[in-house]
């Protein structure tokens, strides 16, 4: 009996290291004839810890690398609806010229560009500018008042002079912030009614000859009074005639049709302070008048 046992416990030990692979060479896994020393307690104790620890690193391991991935950029958030100028912004630097013209013909026949406008005008239609800055709602206004006038020629090509075209101003609708207005509503009602800011008669553009330059950039919000003392200043100095000899300054006659956006600081000072200072000093004598020369309503179309 005791042999019988002794010969049964040596199987089954031998069983037990088969079945967990504890470290055992695997030649004596299956042979019952050699006996195995059970381990010490203590070693035993040893083992089970560091099977324990082992399988503490299996599972916590997964979690660790994990966490040590680098997090994705959330994406950005859409642009509200009307305030992404980059349509616009493609087709001016593609068609304004360097002297402040617009190739309507060029864009008319590109079907790819016409359609960059056509979407920005949808947007200007659909947009909410009411939650928006000061500065951030006059910039869309500009932008959508050139945007507007540019896409209104192009529906109506060929064009030889707005004024020439029926309700150009005052009678075509156009939907902007939901609201369909015409092009004199927006800049009468909203732009100058609004913001009063004399600056703007030198940044929309009423794609005529006479009128200030349209820029190759849109307006910003936060460029915008950079952007509308440069253009300013690029016109006075490069429109207002000054004759010495009879004591005259000829400028556009947006000062005269305008005469009361530019109460403060008035005509004559608010066109010196943008000129250089021999004609500045002239513009401000008491002696000097001023006069307007004859507005040019020709398309400010170039090939």
């Not at 617009?102 to 056509?118: D, E, P, Q």
């Not at 000859?209 to 200043?233: H, I, K, M, N």
């Not at 066109?271 to 507005?295: C, G, N």
Request: hydrophobic fraction near 40%.
């Amino acid at each position: 009996m005791i042999g019988t046992r002794r010969t049964t416990t040596l199987f089954l030990a031998a069983l037990a290291l088969s079945a967990c692979n504890c470290g055992a060479p695997s030649g004596n896994a299956g042979n019952t004839s050699v006996a195995t020393p059970e381990p010490a307690p203590a070693e035993s104790a040893e083992r089970e810890a560091d099977q324990s620890e082992a399988m503490a690193r299996a599972v916590t391991q997964p979690v660790q690398q994990a966490a040590e991935q680098p997090v994705p950029d959330e994406a950005p958030a859409a642009l509200p609806v009307g305030s992404d100028t980059a349509p616009f912004a493609q087709v001016l630097s593609e068609y304004v010229t360097d002297d402040g013209g617009f190739r309507y013909a060029a864009l008319h026949g590109n079907a790819a560009h016409r359609a960059l406008l056509s979407g920005y005008v949808t947007a200007i239609g659909e947009a909410d500018p009411s939650s928006w800055s000061r500065e951030e709602q006059l910039a869309f206004y500009i932008n959508a008042y050139n945007a507007l006038t540019v896409n209104a020629v192009l529906e109506l090509w060929p064009v030889t002079s707005v004024m020439e075209e029926d309700g150009f101003f005052d009678a075509r609708t156009h939907k902007v912030a939901s609201v369909d207005m015409t092009l004199n509503a927006l800049e009468n009602d909203i732009i100058r009614a609004q913001y009063q800011e004399p600056r703007i008669h030198f940044a929309v553009n009423c794609a005529s000859a006479g009128c200030p330059w349209l820029s190759d950039e849109v307006y910003t919000a936060t460029d915008l009074d950079a952007q509308l003392e440069r253009q300013t200043q690029s016109y006075l100095r490069r429109t207002v005639q000054l004759n010495q000899r009879r004591k005259r300054a000829s400028v556009t006659k947006i000062f005269e049709w305008f005469e009361a956006d530019f109460a403060d600081p008035g005509v004559k000072e608010f066109i010196a302070a943008r000129l250089e200072d021999e004609d500045a000093a002239f513009v401000r004598r008491r002696d000097t008048r001023i006069t307007h020369f004859d507005y040019d309503w020709a398309l400010n179309g170039r090939e």
